[in-house]
């Protein structure tokens, strides 16, 4: 299966603790995003990589939120500290520069109890 | 605020009839649109989109119309199978900014009846 792909598919935590998911996207795309759906939204944008480099983060992102892409490959999002405002589902996307259309994962549903 | 709508929330169609979802946006810097569909428990898979110099792009079943003058635009599935039963959403990117963000509608559901 050479489509994006992301771990763990659901997480539940404790209101408090600390949450990783990784993103796998398509093997020779250079862009990856990460973008965050809560129920009766659509997708919103959170941040996005070109290759290796962080290049822009939304407003939404608190401190709280850390994403990473070492040498450009897959890539992890952190929620330190999980609030119950934090239960969403979040969906890496990765595309080609230069090209709109991304490619989404199935997404890691995250509950915060 | 909200710079992509979708306005309505559901729709339901007869099997072999069109299905005609709509969406209208507000910032005149848009100048990609997109149609993402997606089934519960998955991510979004992408459809069909359509670039700003043109008004109409057709795949399969799958046709997508823009009016740029009203910044609106609709896809139109005809004729509608029970598969396309699913949320669709519409996007739209503006392909001069470097991030080439999407911003997405809040959706609407298709329902498809027998």
């Known amino acids: 299966d050479t489509g994006v792909s992301q771990n763990p598919r659901h997480k539940i935590t404790k209101r408090g603790q600390n949450v990783t998911f990784r993103c796998d996207p398509i093997s020779e795309h250079n862009r990856l995003y990460w973008y965050r759906q809560t129920l009766g939204q659509g997708p919103e944008f959170l941040t996005y990589f070109q290759n290796e480099a962080q290049l822009e983060k939304s407003r939404l992102l608190s401190d709280r939120f850390s994403a990473e892409r070492p040498k450009g490959s897959f890539s992890t999002l952190e929620i330190q500290r999980t609030e119950q405002g934090d239960s969403a589902m979040y969906l890496c996307a990765s595309t080609l520069l230069g090209n709109t259309e991304a490619f989404f994962g199935q997404g890691t549903r995250l509950t915060v109890v | 605020d909200q710079q992509v709508k979708q306005n309505s929330p559901s729709l339901s169609v007869q099997e072999g009839r069109i299905s005609i979802l709509n969406c209208d946006y507000t910032n005149s810097m848009f100048d990609y649109f997109l149609w993402y569909k997606k089934y519960p428990a998955e991510g979004p898979t992408f459809l069909i989109s359509i670039s700003s110099i043109k008004d109409k792009n057709e795949d399969g079943r799958f046709t997508v119309f823009l009016n740029k003058s009203a910044k609106h635009l609709s896809l139109h599935i005809v004729p509608s199978q029970p598969g396309d039963s699913a949320v669709y959403f519409c996007?739209?990117?503006?392909?001069?900014?470097?991030?080439?963000?999407?911003?997405f509608g809040q959706g609407t559901r298709l329902t498809i009846n027998p």
């Open positions: 996007a739209a990117s503006g392909r001069r900014e470097p991030a080439q963000k999407l911003v």
